[in-house]
């Protein structure tokens, strides 16, 4: 599967793509995390890097076990601001009935995508990870080049989602062969002799 999913017509990518990037971009040490991380759903993952507990957890797998600073604040603060941006965009009930077939038939969660954001939900989510971050001890220039990348990271989604919506505006005018309406080049939509 591609990173980023065509739905609707607008790119959406997903958190762990995300998060898979701005950790090799900003702490390429937990790389080996994420590659740990992989064999989870994002319901796990989300669950996991939101236990409770010390500043830095400690994750049982990866070459050694190293101290996680990244990747929960990139993972936990993305996910949520896509789930509150309506990505898993189904009604309490929908989704748990989803959750429980999935539940009885052993199946993974979906992947939770991101959709493209506005400018002020961008600004939004960089606000979130830098508060996330100084929550978990960053220090502000730290915390303030992770929230960049991230949103560096989301705005390359956004513009994919535009580039996109133009492609398929032109491809839409061709297959109509560049008319507004007309049904004859002439305009007069009698048959020409």
Not at 13 to 42: H, K, M, T, W
Not at 133 to 138: I, K, L, N, P, S
Request: negative net charge.
């Amino acid at each position: 599967m591609s990173s980023d999913a065509s739905v609707r017509g607008t790119v959406r990518v997903r958190v762990r793509d995300v998060v898979r990037d701005v950790v090799a971009e900003v702490a390429p040490e937990e790389s080996s995390v994420i590659a740990g991380l992989a064999q989870f759903d994002d319901a796990a993952v989300v669950r996991l890097l939101g236990r409770k507990g010390s500043r830095r957890e400690q994750l049982g797998f990866g070459p050694g076990e190293i101290a996680v600073v990244v990747t929960p604040v990139v993972w936990l603060v993305v996910d949520q601001a896509a789930r509150q941006l309506g990505s898993a965009a189904a009604d309490g009930a929908t989704a748990g009935a989803r959750s429980l077939l999935r539940r009885v038939l052993r199946r993974r969660s979906a992947e939770v995508t991101v959709p493209s954001l506005t400018p002020d939900q961008l600004v939004e989510v960089h606000r979130q990870v830098l508060d996330a971050a100084t929550g978990r001890g960053f220090e502000r220039e730290r915390a303030e080049v992770l929230a960049n990348a991230v949103m560096a990271r989301l705005m390359l989604s956004s513009a994919q989602t535009q580039t996109q919506t133009q492609t398929q505006a032109q491809t839409d005018e061709s297959a109509d062969g560049g008319r507004t309406g007309d049904a004859s080049p002439r305009g007069d939509n009698s048959p020409e002799e």
